[in-house]
């Protein structure tokens, strides 16, 4: 059999095929519509590697989360350490390198953003792959309540510029250091007489970080969950981190960003503090966020930065917004449909019409056929294109210095000598 893709992953490919997953222009058309408003809120691009060492994802996404116990993809090369691995997020790979290169220096806050694959090798199923895509942002240097708001309501605006109607924005705290220390004694005071009918993963998390029990998949754990009646994070704030909170959501308010409070939010990894939300869309399911985001001020110290850097940061999944897309029926753009398709009727003046689409790509899309064509068959060639103007070239055409452009729309037949073709096409591409 032919050699396919690797499971969990997808090919981006031109056209319009059946599923929103896959479309590559509209991946684009996410990526650029997120990169504006993004560069309008003043945050800069960074790209870094997609490998990373083992121990920066280790210590910067938690060694009790399940993308550091079961899902990350191990690199290897002859002769090598094996110490890499996919990157799993863009957080810590975004932090260490402004650690490394001494970002500071650009000013603080340093509002950044990066968009590309990551990789987690979970159970396969609709919106969960192995390889995904996420567009990331992240706010360096500041603890302000603004930070938080600012993060949240351009996410915000991301998706309702993507003319999503159906988002939720679930937004929650998870208090500071010592909140959570208090309520993780608290859970534990709960779990642990129940702790032989817990799940496996849950029984380590019960020592590891028991919050993480109320995240978990597992029916048992969360029927265990329910019958206790536990107390939400939220009732644990201290009062630095419940002002912080209340800031937040009155900033969001002022700025007319609708959000609804979740106590049960706990998000998978270790480094959140106060802060922490996600983006529901009703159409893609409960379980599956379209994004979520969280304030992180203990991740540089962790990842061994001498001072706090206070961080707060979001990602969301490029396909998932493609599912969501889909489901409210947001049409898609479509890939690029040149504004003019020439064709000669001749081979002597193929090089004429290769030389008159160079000129007009200065102003819009053009292209050309390599072969001579005869003007019907050229004709098709350009609707196929999605061409807006066709034309084809022949004897008459070269003497007379002029094309007789046909809209392929409406059938419009329009005379355009060759020195105005351009000024024609920047006014009726
Ligand atoms: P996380 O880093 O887990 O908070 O994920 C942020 C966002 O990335 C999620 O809300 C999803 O939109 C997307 N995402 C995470 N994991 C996957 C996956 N396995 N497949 C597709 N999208 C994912």
């Not at 969360?222 to 981190?241: C, R, S, T």
């Not at 707060?312 to 504004?339: C, K, N």
């Not at 022949?394 to 105005?420: C, I, M, W, Y």
């Amino acid at each position: 059999m032919a050699i396919q893709r690797p499971k969990g992953t997808k090919d981006h490919l031109p056209g319009t095929p059946g599923t929103p997953e896959i479309q590559a222009a509209a991946h684009a058309h996410i990526q650029h519509v997120a990169a504006q408003l993004l560069e309008r809120a003043g945050a800069q691009f960074i790209a870094t590697p997609i490998f990373e060492e083992a121990e920066l994802v280790q210590r910067g996404v938690g060694g009790s989360t399940d993308i550091v116990r079961k899902e990350m993809f191990t690199v290897y090369y002859a002769g090598d350490h094996g110490g890499y691995v996919l990157r799993p997020e863009g957080t810590a790979p975004v932090v260490r390198a402004y650690l490394e290169n001494g970002l500071k220096q650009l000013g603080s806050p340093l509002k950044l953003w990066t968009h590309g694959p990551m990789f987690r090798a979970e159970n396969v199923q609709k919106g969960r792959l192995r390889q995904f895509h996420q567009v990331d942002y992240e706010c360096l240097g500041s603890t302000d309540p603004l930070a938080d708001a600012e993060a949240i309501a351009l996410m915000w605006d991301i998706v309702t510029t993507l003319g999503l109607k159906g988002v939720s924005i679930q937004l929650g705290s998870i208090g500071d250091p010592e909140d959570r220390a208090a309520y993780n004694d608290y859970l534990r005071g709960l779990f642990t007489p129940r702790l032989a009918e817990l799940s496996e993963d849950s029984k380590d998390r019960l020592s590891r970080n028991p919050m993480r029990i109320l995240d978990s998949k597992s029916e048992t754990d969360q029927a265990i969950i329910a019958e206790l009646n536990v107390k939400p994070m939220l009732d644990f704030l201290g009062a630095e981190a419940r002002d912080h909170f209340g800031a937040v959501q009155g900033h969001l308010q002022a700025w007319g960003v609708p959000f609804e409070i979740d106590p049960s939010i706990v998000r998978g990894l270790d480094y959140y503090r106060r802060t922490a939300w996600e983006l529901h869309h009703a159409g893609i399911g409960a379980k599956s966020a379209l994004g979520g985001g969280g304030r992180y001020d203990g991740l540089a110290q962790e990842l061994g930065a001498k001072e706090e850097v206070p961080g707060i940061g979001w990602a969301f999944g490029i396909e998932r917004i493609l599912l969501a897309m889909a489901d409210e029926g947001v049409p898609f753009p479509q890939g690029p449909s040149p504004a003019l398709y020439l064709a000669a009727l001749d081979g002597d003046y193929i090089p004429l019409a290769a030389a008159l689409t160079r000129q007009a790509r200065a102003v819009a899309g053009a292209d050309f056929s390599y072969r001579k064509r005869g003007a019907g068959q050229a004709f098709k060639e350009a609707d196929k294109k999605g061409a807006t103007w066709a034309a084809v070239i022949g004897s008459n055409e070269a003497a007379q210095r002029q094309l007789t452009l046909k809209h392929l729309g409406s059938g419009e037949q329009v005379a355009v000598p060759f020195d105005e073709l351009n000024t024609f096409l920047k006014e009726n591409a």
